[in-house]
């Protein structure tokens, strides 16, 4: 399974993690190709990540990428992958991962999913078909919010999901710190 991924303004603040030796990530002088899956085991990642950024509840922003969806990737496509969202960083070993993302599931469709980990997985959308294949820009815009929330995936520009469902857990502990 694998995306490529545009970084031709790749900041030293973003960094390369892999669950294993198996999956890889190159970074070339326009983008980054990432590579995870295809092989036994619980948790496969590559991600690119950005942690220096806190996100507040209640502040609109958004995530863009250039990700392109090989001709065969659908075929090639076994299980869940997750394409672009926020992360957390928590302070205490204790609390538990919140996230708001974009994925694929094993049946290929889209879903726009808010997590708070060992508490809720909140789907916000399903898409009623496949992304589409080849070279594309997404922007997926949040306001992580209870009282106005909005979770918008864009690609190419055109809004191809929009939802207003509660986006960010009731209780957001005080030592986790939303994180792109």
Same mark, same amino acid.
């Given at each position: 399974?694998?995306?490529?991924?545009?970084?031709? !303004?790749?900041?030293?603040?973003?960094?390369?993690?892999?669950?294993?030796?198996?999956?890889?990530?190159?970074?070339?002088?326009?983008?980054?190709?990432?590579?995870?899956?295809?092989?036994?085991?619980?948790?496969?990642?590559?991600?690119?990540?950005?942690?220096?950024?806190?996100?507040?509840?209640?502040?609109?922003?958004?995530?863009?990428?250039?990700?392109?969806?090989?001709?065969?990737?659908?075929?090639?496509?076994?299980?869940?992958?997750?394409?672009?969202?926020?992360? !957390?960083?928590?302070?205490?070993?204790?609390?538990?991962?919140?996230?708001?993302?974009?994925?694929?599931?094993?049946?290929?469709?889209?879903?726009?999913?808010?997590?708070?980990?060992?508490?809720? !997985?909140?789907?916000?959308?399903?898409?009623?078909?496949?992304?589409?294949?080849?070279?594309?820009?997404?922007?997926?815009?949040?306001?992580?919010?209870?009282?106005?929330?909005?979770?918008?995936?864009?690609?190419?520009?055109?809004?191809?999901?929009?939802?207003?469902?509660?986006?960010?857990?009731?209780?957001?502990?005080?030592?986790?710190?939303?994180?792109?």
């Amino acid at each position: 399974m694998y995306a490529k991924i545009d970084f031709s !303004n790749i900041d030293p603040s973003w960094t390369l993690q892999t669950s294993g030796e198996q999956e890889r990530i190159d970074v070339l002088s326009d983008r980054a190709f990432v590579e995870a899956g295809g092989h036994p085991a619980s948790t496969h990642y590559a991600r690119i990540r950005q942690t220096e950024i806190e996100i507040l509840p209640d502040v609109l922003f958004t995530l863009e990428s250039d990700i392109e969806l090989p001709e065969d990737f659908y075929s090639k496509q076994t299980s869940y992958l997750r394409l672009i969202g926020t992360d !957390n960083y928590n302070i205490s070993r204790d609390t538990n991962a919140w996230r708001i993302f974009l994925c694929i599931y094993a049946d290929q469709l889209p879903r726009l999913i808010a997590q708070h980990q060992n508490y809720t !997985n909140d789907l916000l959308w399903v898409g009623d078909k496949k992304l589409p294949l080849g070279k594309h820009k997404y922007d997926l815009v949040i306001r992580a919010s209870q009282e106005l929330p909005l979770t918008e995936l864009y690609i190419d520009g055109i809004m191809i999901a929009n939802s207003l469902l509660p986006n960010i857990p009731v209780t957001l502990y005080p030592e986790e710190k939303i994180m792109i």
